[in-house]
C-alpha cells in the first residue's frame, strides 16, 4: 500500500513539472505567434484577440528583447524605444508597423537618439530640410517627437505611393525624386534585412 502511495505521489509531481514546462513552452510560442498575428495582419489589434493589456506588454517585451540581442543596446533604452515604436504606430492601420520603424531607427541611426549627419537628426534620421520642418530643435532633443515625426513621412509616402517598397526608398532618397523614378534598392535591402529580425 505505501508503495502504490509513493508511486501516485512521485506520478503526480512528475505530471505537474511536465505541465509547468509545457505551460512554459506554449507561453513563449504564443507570443511569438501572437506577435507575428498583431504585427502582420492590417486592421487587427490586441484588442481584437481579447488580450488588450497583456498582448501588448508581451509585444513589448518580445520586440525589446530582439532590439538587446540584435544591437547590444541596454534593456531600458530597447524598451523605451520600442514602447515609443508601439504607441506611434498603433495610430495607424497596417503600414508602418511597429517593427518597420524599429528597423528604419536602426539604419538611420544605429538607435542613437543624438545621431545627426548635415541634415538628417535623430532616431529616425528625419530631414528637417527636405520637410521644410522651421524648428528642428525638437526633433534633435526629442527622441519621441523624432520617431512621430519620422512615421508620419513613411505614412504619407505611402499613401501616395502605395507601396511598401517605393515608400521606404522615398524615405531615403526623397519623394520627389522617387516620383521621377530615383530609387536606392541599397536602401531597401537594408530595410528587409533588418525588419526580418523581428520575424522569428
Not at 521644410?132 to 523624432?146: C, E, G, L
Request: hydrophobic content about 35%.
Amino acid at each position: 500500500m505505501i508503495k502504490v502511495l509513493v508511486f501516485f505521489t512521485m506520478l503526480c509531481i512528475s505530471t505537474a513539472t511536465l505541465s509547468d514546462e509545457f505551460e512554459l513552452l506554449d507561453s513563449r510560442i504564443n507570443k511569438i505567434d501572437l506577435c507575428s498575428i498583431v504585427e502582420d495582419t492590417p486592421g487587427i489589434s490586441s484588442r481584437d484577440l481579447g488580450l488588450p493589456d497583456i498582448s501588448e506588454r508581451v509585444k513589448k517585451l518580445y520586440l525589446s528583447d530582439i532590439l538587446q540581442a540584435s544591437y547590444g543596446i541596454t534593456e531600458s533604452k530597447a524598451l523605451r524605444i520600442t514602447k515609443f515604436a508601439q504607441e506611434i504606430t498603433s495610430e495607424y492601420s497596417g503600414f508602418p508597423r511597429t517593427k518597420d520603424v524599429l528597423a528604419i531607427a536602426f539604419i538611420e541611426s544605429s538607435l542613437n537618439p543624438s545621431a545627426r549627419s548635415r541634415w538628417a537628426e535623430g532616431l529616425m534620421g528625419v530631414n528637417y530640410n527636405a520637410h521644410r520642418i522651421k524648428d528642428p530643435k525638437h526633433i534633435r532633443r526629442d527622441p519621441y517627437f523624432n520617431m512621430r515625426h519620422g512615421v508620419r513621412i513613411l505614412r504619407e509616402y505611402y499613401e501616395e505611393l502605395r507601396s511598401v517598397d517605393l515608400a521606404i526608398m522615398a524615405y531615403n532618397v526623397g519623394i520627389s525624386a522617387v516620383r521621377k523614378g530615383r530609387t536606392n534598392h541599397r536602401y531597401l535591402t537594408k530595410y528587409r534585412r533588418e525588419v526580418s529580425r523581428f520575424n522569428h
